[in-house]
């Protein structure tokens, strides 16, 4: 037998149910049948006390023995009486226990058939209905004694009883007992039928109503053998308990899901950057090695050599250091994100100080390129006043302005565009290059990603470590801003610099 802890929750809910009705059959027939055999005693004793108080008021006509009765109980009569109240024994008891009986009144009952009366006093139990076995047989027998009247023991006395009788009037319980036990077993009959039909009925029923919850176990199994798109049938009503319980689990798998998509698209950018990390490391370490080498084996003769030699050392080990310095931007602008402590020191800023200056320095460094500053999408330029660190968003521009310089050919227009629009602060680098396609511009914000097939580096030798751009999104973001690129092959581009506008202070 499994114990309740090892069924199944079809089982557990079929047994509380079976077990509440046959707890509630049980009591509902024990009380019924208590109250039907009640009801039969108490009419037996009854019928028994108002004959036996008849009988006691009846003179007799002979003296004993035997006793005969008055008219008023000739055998006819008695008949009539006894069928009448359901009475099958009528005798009269003496003080001395002795029972005087008449035959005619018994029906063809005999004294060895009737009430056992033995060691009966009819004065310790006058008037009082009591239980009394049979003389032969196991029948039970309700019993009443009601002393003669003084009125009639003197009359009784003149015919030979004795003061002190009494009138016994009995009834057997056979016909009662008979009816509450046929109650009680159509009771059983009917209970058990009712318990099996409820069982039965009840199997089906809790099965219906527990699918949907094998459902939700078919698609938590699914789930388990690693397949996240999974989602719970949300074939119940939302107000109900199943309804809920599929949505909150839908929400709670849609979040799963998208927690380890992220994970999983983390882990791919982390090996992505880890890999680009050590081919960006890789190259001017082995242009380092690779010049000592040429100095260790004899290679540089002349101190001009030398001298060349060591400033392509020193350009690979800036590289090194501006990477280094790069990376630990990065990984402190993260952290900011995730909550910890500020990458930046912010003051109040006008970035039409940053545009100017940015327009100055993309005429220094190609005086042949034509070069404007306007305000945002070409208007007039415009103050826009912004609460920012001054210094890494002056790193922002001059990376967005060197970028349209080193991948557009020379004498390309740019223009510099800084304003307010729609309550935003605006600072745009246009240029009228090559432009990009929309795979190159969806990605040109990713670490050490390079487009140099896509914009060509006029001029420029390959180099850098992909960071720029990437480092401008970071920090742009970290200013609670963000970057803008509207591009197209043979358009030009248009990074556009966004940022929350500065708030006046009251007063």
Same mark, same amino acid.
């Given at each position: ?15 509380? /149910? ?47 023995p035997?006793?005969?009765?008055? +008219? ?6 008695? @008949? ?12 009269? =008891? =003496?003080p ?5 009986? @008449? ?27 009591? @239980?009394?076995?049979?003389?032969? $047989?196991?029948?039970? *027998?309700?019993?009443?004694?009601v ?40 009771m ?14 009840? *199997?089906?029923?809790? #099965? ?11 698609? &938590?199994?699914?789930?388990a ?15 109900? !308990?199943? $309804? ?17 998509? &992220? ?16 081919? !960006? ?6 242009? %380092?090695? #690779? ?19 060591? $400033? ?16 630990? =931007?990065l ?7 995730a909550?910890? +402590? ?10 039409r ?10 005429? #220094?460094?190609? +005086? ?6 306007? #305000? ?37 227009p ?9 309550g935003? /602060? ?15 511009? $969806? ?25 720029g751009?990437? %480092? ?17 092959p043979? !358009? ?6 966004? =940022?929350?506008? !500065?708030? /006046?202070?009251?007063?």
């Open positions: 037998m499994k114990l309740p802890g090892a069924m199944s929750l079809r089982a557990r809910l079929l047994l509380i /149910a079976v077990g509440l009705l046959a707890v509630s059959l049980v009591a509902g027939n024990t009380v019924a049948i208590g109250a039907l055999e009640r009801q039969q005693i108490n009419r037996i004793d009854e019928q028994l006390e108002s004959l036996a108080e008849l009988l006691a008021l009846a003179p007799y006509a002979e003296s004993v035997p006793v005969r009765p008055s +008219p008023a109980l000739e055998p006819v009569v008695a @008949d009539q009486l006894t069928g009448l109240l359901g009475v099958s024994y009528i005798a009269y =008891l =003496l001395d226990g002795t029972v005087i009986r @008449d035959e005619a009144l018994l029906g063809g009952l005999t004294a060895a058939t009737g009430p056992e009366l033995a060691g009966v006093d009819p004065t310790g139990v006058a008037g009082e209905v009591f @239980d009394a076995g049979s003389v032969a $047989g196991d029948d039970l *027998w309700r019993v009443v004694v002393p003669l009247q003084p009125s009639r023991e003197t009359v009784g006395q003149e015919h030979g009883l004795p003061a002190g009788a009494g009138v016994v009037v009995a009834a057997s319980r056979a016909e009662a007992d008979a009816t509450v036990a046929q109650l009680r077993r159509t059983l009959v009917v209970g058990g039928v009712l318990v099996a039909v409820l069982a039965i009925v009840g *199997w089906f029923a809790v #099965g219906a109503g527990l699918r949907p919850l094998r459902r939700i176990e078919a698609t &938590a199994g699914a789930i053998a690693g397949d996240l798109t999974q989602r719970v049938p949300q074939r119940a009503g939302p107000g109900t !308990e199943v $309804g809920r319980l599929s949505a909150a689990l839908n929400g709670m798998l849609g979040q799963l899901e998208r927690a380890f998509a &992220a994970r999983a698209e983390s882990e791919s950018r982390m090996r992505r950057f880890v890999a680009d990390v050590s081919h !960006e490391l890789r190259t001017p370490l082995f242009g %380092i090695r #690779g010049f000592t080498e040429l100095y260790r084996m004899g290679g540089l003769p002349e101190r001009s050599d030398v001298d060349r030699t060591m $400033g392509r050392i020193e350009r690979e080990a800036s590289r090194l250091a501006q990477l280094a310095e790069d990376l630990l =931007l990984a402190r602008l993260d952290e900011e994100a909550g910890g +402590p500020p990458a930046l020191l912010r003051a109040p800023m006008d970035l100080t940053v545009a100017a200056d940015a327009y100055h320095d993309l005429r #220094g460094l190609d +005086p042949s390129r034509p070069v404007t500053l306007t #305000g945002p999408g070409g208007g007039p330029a415009g103050s826009a006043p912004v609460s920012a660190d001054e210094a890494r968003l002056r790193q922002v521009v001059v990376n967005l302005a060197g970028n349209a310089v080193a991948h557009t050919p020379a004498g390309t740019v223009r510099v565009g800084v304003g307010v629009a729609d935003i /602060a605006v600072l745009e680098i246009a240029d009228q290059g090559p432009g990009m396609t929309a795979e190159v511009a $969806g990605r040109v914000f990713d670490r050490f990603y390079r487009a140099d097939n896509s914009r060509t580096r006029e001029g420029v030798p390959a180099g850098g470590g992909g960071l751009l990437s %480092i401008a999104w970071s920090l742009v973001a970290a200013h609670g801003g963000r970057i803008e690129l509207a591009t197209a043979g !358009e030009g581009a248009i990074f556009r610099l966004l =940022l929350p506008l !500065e708030r /006046a202070t009251p007063g």
